[in-house]
């Protein structure tokens, strides 16, 4: 597979102007990729620690996340093995770039760190809805660093990136669904709720105001004297009533 011309072109672009930027900024764009899917990890475990005190559902989301995130992957990388896309680090005449070009057949397209980064970005959204404003444009910054150290085309990481978005929710909500199936059968054994915590309580049943568990009396009753019979008939109780009821000795 060739790059197209435009790509091609927008890649000289940028890495041309990564090469004029400080150094340190040289050495961010390198270890912000790895860095960022460090990130993400942390934020899976975090997930977990907050689904513990959550329903099944969440638990199996957070359970599934990584799960997802190895699915965008697969599909990416057996993708390069078809496509066989070189470098453009080899492929673009006078091409400069601040990482080291890799090794010749590990292919370009798509991008597998942008597959990643947009991944755990995208079930982590799923999961979490909240810190969508923070690892959306976080996987988007780490995608692009891709061109920017100069080992990939601007369409290698967009179509890593879509490959991440599209196939992670999509996996994370199906092996969720299995996920969640087990997580309350775990949580009733002492190691599983240990990891898995116990859950989010019932909501405690309607009672007019009286706790549920609460015990409720009866009045005392001058229940008749049944010594003797092998059974209280409602009779006997209701003459037993009358009985206290009748001021008349």
Same mark, same amino acid.
């Given at each position: ?17 990564a ?47 990584? @799960? =997802? %995130? /190895? +699915?965008?992957? &697969? *599909?990416?990388? #057996?993708s ?6 070189e ?9 400069v770039?601040?990482a ?7 292919w370009?397209f798509?991008s597998n ?18 810190l ?24 290698d ?11 992670a929710?999509?996996a994370?909500?199906? @092996? =969720? %669904? /299995? +996920?969640?199936? &087990? *997580?309350?059968? #775990? ?24 706790a ?38």
């Amino acid at each position: 597979m060739e790059a197209p011309d435009f790509s091609a072109e927008l890649y000289r672009d940028i890495t041309e102007f990564a090469e004029g930027t400080p150094s340190w900024v040289h050495s961010a764009a390198e270890v912000g990729t790895d860095a960022g899917l460090l990130l993400f990890a942390v934020l899976f475990v975090a997930g977990w620690w907050r689904a513990r005190v959550r329903d099944a559902r969440a638990m199996g989301l957070a359970l599934a996340a990584p @799960f =997802a %995130v /190895v +699915a965008a992957y &697969l *599909v990416s990388e #057996v993708s390069k093995t078809f496509l066989e896309e070189e470098r453009p680090c080899r492929a673009v005449s006078g091409a400069v770039h601040i990482a080291a070009c890799p090794s010749p057949g590990d292919w370009s397209f798509p991008s597998n760190h942008a597959t990643i980064a947009a991944a755990s970005a995208a079930v982590i959204v799923v999961a979490w809805r909240a810190l969508a404003p923070v690892v959306l444009p976080m996987a988007a910054l780490m995608a692009f660093s891709r061109v920017f150290v100069g080992v990939h085309y601007p369409h290698d990481v967009a179509a890593g990136f879509l490959v991440g978005v599209v196939v992670a929710p999509l996996a994370v909500l199906v @092996f =969720a %669904v /299995v +996920a969640g199936r &087990l *997580v309350d059968a #775990v949580r009733g054994v002492a190691v599983g709720a240990a990891l898995l915590g116990v859950g989010r309580a019932a909501p405690l049943a309607d009672t007019g105001g009286a706790a549920v568990g609460a015990s409720v009396t009866i009045p005392d009753l001058a229940l008749p004297d049944v010594a003797g019979q092998s059974e209280v008939t409602v009779p006997d109780v209701m003459g037993g009533l009358t009985r206290r009821q009748d001021p008349r000795p």
